[in-house]
């Protein structure tokens, strides 16, 4: 399972605008007659629940865009490149090559534009004027963008099950959902993270099988780090021991020394111990000191044999499950930060933001702006009339005196240009 993995993007170049005149007797060199160049294909990561590993981006993949079209004559505008769409698990977090947190695409659908193609270039058509009534030049499209990307991908679990290699936490994995994970009697057994889905009466919650700790596993010791990144996830630890160990005491400080190493806030994640192979002869005295010095966890005794205690854990931890839910959709009502794909401003009077790109040629940045402009088809006189009716609405024309912009100036928004006047 690659659950960490590099790849290098680049985005489609902007085709070049085309130098082009009409041939006619009455217009001077046939007036200018060339087109705009194509935008670039974009790039973007979308999350799915098609795919459940990273492996089709290993080896350092590289990924390149479509490039646009170059203008034509007719004032024919090149083709845009095709965007890239690329799947994702959900539960993949994209990271730049600081490690900072891109977005965190969690939920199928989820999406997030790594690359954007570049802006086609402008045909001799565009630049026409009064005073310039047969230029003869055009733009270049504007360069594609490399970029190198981390992915990781980090399990989407409530409940993480944690333990020391062969503690009997596959064994309850397998004896609590419909996962199927490899037991066998020797360390290590489990390599990889495994999840499934455990049904309580009308409930579910999905549990998930953090591959054996060891000690040192917080310093990358073993595969620690990579099992490690599991655990962020989860709403609630569910940590397994074997009871017939010499020191269960030790087992538990050890394996949660480890977590809370790695990340300290794990440790305000609530916790359930369950004391395994209580099939077994074990020493009861223990287990009573055991409880004794941790009573502030809920402790069982189980047999993943015997399905000893199963079903009262696994209503215990729905119940514990149900809580932490609710407190997430609490926070996601908040101010609480929280890394995700970009988020649009959805306010009826959005914030115009007026970019100076060149002499006499602005960008509209506004995300909500150009959202709404994506709604409209302005293939039609009446869609573009549509447009300039709502960037009036939201103050579009006052935005533009108050910079003051020149008469016959270019406003860009997103793909599509127009000509200012008061």
Known sequence: MNDKVKITLISGKGGDGAIAFRREKSVDRGGPFGGNGGRGGSIYFVASTSVDTLKEYRFGRVIKGNDGQNGKTKLSYGKDGKDIFLQVPCGTVILDSKNNILADLVNEGDSYLALKGGRGGRGNAAFKSSRRKTPNFA???????????????????EVGLVGLPNAGKSSFLDATTNANPKIADYPFTTIDPMTGVCFVNDGFFVLGDIPGLIEGASKGKGLGIRFLRHIERCLVLLHVIDVTSK????????????????????????????LNKCDLDYDKKKVKQFKEKYSKYPIYEI????????????????????KERE??????????????????????????????????????????????????????????DRL??????????????????????????????FEYFE
């Open 327 to 384: 407190k997430i959709k609490k926070l996601s009502n908040s101010d609480e930060v929280v890394y995700s794909p970009k988020k649009e401003n959805i306010s009826r009077n959005p914030e115009l933001i007026i970019e100076k790109i060149d002499e006499d040629y602005y960008e509209i940045k506004s995300e909500r702006i150009i959202r709404t402009k994506k709604l409209i088809n302005l293939k039609t006189d009446e869609g573009i």
């Open 247 to 274: 020191d269960i005491s030790k087992d538990f400080e050890l394996i949660n020394k480890e977590i809370y190493s790695y990340k300290p806030k794990l440790s305000l994640l609530p916790m359930i111990i369950c």
């Open 303 to 322: 047999s993943t044999l015997k399905k000893d205690n199963q079903e009262v854990v696994k209503k215990e931890l729905l119940s514990i499950v149900i």
């Open 388 to 417: 300039i009716m709502y960037l009036d609405k939201v103050g579009l024309n006052d935005k533009l005196k108050e910079m003051k912009v020149k008469n016959g100036s270019t406003i860009l928004i997103d793909d599509f240009e």
């Open 139 to 157: 733009e270049n499209g504007m360069p594609s963008v490399k970029k190198d990307f981390y992915l990781e991908l980090k399990l989407l679990a």
